[in-house]
């Protein structure tokens, strides 16, 4: 079994590498608002390019937000800030061994999933374009996902002997 001290170091390079990778997305969309003939590396062939990702309406508030609050709402950020502020917000809460903290990452990680799966639909279904930068964050989350939970059933089975040691 990892130790626990090992999977918080895990989750926190995930989560330095995920904002390096999130803040280079946020880079990528702003440069090609401020000039169309920006070409970022990631733009790599025909058919494995991020640009298309960045400047599709789903590259800001996940292309839902803008339908709730309007285009021009101040929560319709783009989602490199959104996966900026993740994670932070990951790394901040894996120096907790706390089971509430941990409760809390793990929803955290779950939601995040659940929108790199809608994202990853949109990028295959919509958008129509292989990003590089994209399929990084979404292995980012999916092995995020898989730690926080392995540090959370630890926990659990910690406190369930702890707890079965005291009856004896």
Known sequence: MVQLGTI???????????FCVSAYALYVEISLENDP??????????YVKCS??????????????????GENSAFNVPNGLTGMLFYVLSFILSCSDRH????VHYYLAI????????????LVFIVRELCLVCLTTYFINAIS?????SKRRQLLSLSTD??????D
Do not use: Q, W
């Open 52 to 69: 298309p990702a960045f400047i599709s309406p789903y590259a800001k508030g996940f292309g839902i937000v803008r339908y709730i609050f």
């Open 111 to 122: 939601m995040s999933n659940v929108s790199t799966f809608y994202l990853a639909s949109v």
């Open 8 to 18: 918080n170091m895990i989750i926190k390079a995930y989560a330095l590498i995920g």
């Open 37 to 46: 003939d920006f070409e970022p590396l990631c733009d790599l062939r025909k």
């Open 162 to 167: 702890h707890k079965s040691c005291k009856a």
């Open 145 to 149: 996902l898989l730690c926080v939970s």
């Open 100 to 103: 509430k903290i941990v409760n």
